[in-house]
């Protein structure tokens, strides 16, 4: 385990674009995958309920054989199958790959050659110039993204998710991804701060998956 992990980060080191790229596509899709499984238990176990039993009949005839025991969702709910899918997964994937991680990786280069330090001031700086510029580009791109490549997607369509979504998206992200980011630029180095920030995309999909699961 670690001969792999000192690997992959030499590979890191000697190829931080491709790496950190390559790294962003998977966890994406890793992401996408969390998120089916995860919304999936959700519906499924919202939608069947544990039935009570009926309430007894006093007209009934005493003599007359019990009725059947009442069936057994939990077992319906267990018998369900889930299906992966993996088109989702690899347009998810594609995201980080192609967009996400290229784009984040300018970005950060950027962000640290107008304003080197990695205090905590600077480090604050950063993050209220993130939220307020990279973060709604990279919401409406992905919010775009999504339903431009589903089966039907359209750029009218895009642009039409992208106008109902992306503010109410930002805004319930700043509750998340800020404090992300404000430790991501103040602890973590230039090189590895795409695969963090994808890595805790994984956990901000799966949150979004199951709470628009419930709605």
Request: with cysteine; glycine share 6%; charged share 15%.
């Amino acid at each position: 385990m670690s001969r792999l992990l000192n690997a992959y980060l030499n590979a890191l080191k000697a190829r931080p674009f491709v790496v950190q790229t390559i790294s962003a596509g998977v966890l994406w899709g890793a992401g996408d995958l969390l998120a089916q499984r995860l919304s999936f238990e959700v519906r499924r176990h919202t939608t069947y309920a544990v039935q009570p039993a009926p309430p007894p009949n006093p007209n009934a005839d005493p003599n007359a054989p019990p009725p059947p025991p009442p069936e057994d969702y939990n077992k319906i709910v267990a018998a369900i199958p889930w299906k992966w899918d993996t088109a989702r997964t690899a347009r998810m994937a594609g995201f980080g790959l192609l967009v996400s991680a290229p784009t984040a990786y300018g970005w950060y280069h950027l962000m640290d050659k107008f304003i080197p330090a990695q205090t905590t001031a600077a480090s604050l700086q950063k993050v209220v110039i993130h939220s307020l510029c990279y973060a709604p580009f990279n919401i409406s791109t992905a919010i775009g993204w999504i339903a431009y490549t589903a089966p039907g997607g359209t750029p009218d369509l895009a642009l039409k998710r992208i106008q109902e979504r992306m503010l109410g998206v930002w805004q319930a992200g700043s509750l998340f991804w800020i404090p992300v980011m404000a430790g991501t630029y103040r602890f973590v180095p230039l090189r590895y701060r795409v695969v963090v920030t994808s890595a805790a995309s994984v956990v901000w999909t799966a949150f979004l998956s199951t709470t628009q699961t419930k709605q």
